[in-house]
């Protein structure tokens, strides 16, 4: 009987046989010493890159800031300079011009804003030729340093000499923006 269930059950054996991969073992099988080398990696990589990620991204909100204040002191100054090439008639063309560029910039710290008087060639703030070359030019005192850094993201000017104007005759950290217009 023992060669009846030998030939009913089981398959012949063959001359080749075939290759079988053999059984992985499942993770949770796995010896302690393997899992434990692995369980804190992810967050010991997270405390080492989370600073530099953190300053990174300070900088660039920082960055956005200055560039911001940068575009609306550079649209005050053409204003101010619109306004200044078209009121050849107004008795003291200056002061218009410089309100213009002081209401154009709103949304600056007016205590930081500097808008000093126009500058022009042949003509002054009372008497405006028309054909001559009109300045205006502000300036908005900043300090964005970037926390943890020190690093200052506003241009540093340093006074070059007593022949500049413009934005070289102010030293310090600031912001300056400087148009010159053609009188109309």
């Known amino acids: 009987m023992n060669s009846l269930f030998r030939s009913v059950f089981q398959a012949p054996k063959s001359s080749t046989t075939a290759y079988t991969r053999p059984e992985r073992r499942p993770a949770w ?32 909100i920082w960055g956005g800031i200055t560039f911001y ?50 500058t022009f060639g042949t003509s002054s703030c009372t ?20 926390p943890f850094a020190g690093i200052n993201l506003c241009p540093v000017v340093v006074k070059t000499g007593a022949g500049t104007t413009g934005c070289a005759t102010q030293a310090g950290s600031f912001i300056c923006s400087q148009t010159t217009i053609r009188i109309e």
């Open 29 to 60: 099988r796995e010896p302690a010493h393997t899992m434990r080398n692995e369980a804190g990696a992810a967050l010991y990589e997270l405390a080492l890159v989370l600073p530099l990620l953190a300053m990174v991204l300070s900088g660039v």
């Open 69 to 118: 204040d940068y575009v609306v002191l550079e649209d005050a100054v053409a204003a101010g300079a619109r306004v200044l090439a078209t009121s050849s008639g107004a008795t003291n063309a200056c002061t218009v011009a410089i309100a213009a560029v002081q209401t154009a910039a709103a949304s600056l710290n007016p205590n930081y804003l500097t808008v000093p008087t126009p």
């Open 127 to 146: 008497n405006l030729a028309e054909g001559d070359y009109g300045t205006v030019t502000a300036t908005y005192a900043c300090n964005l340093t970037i």
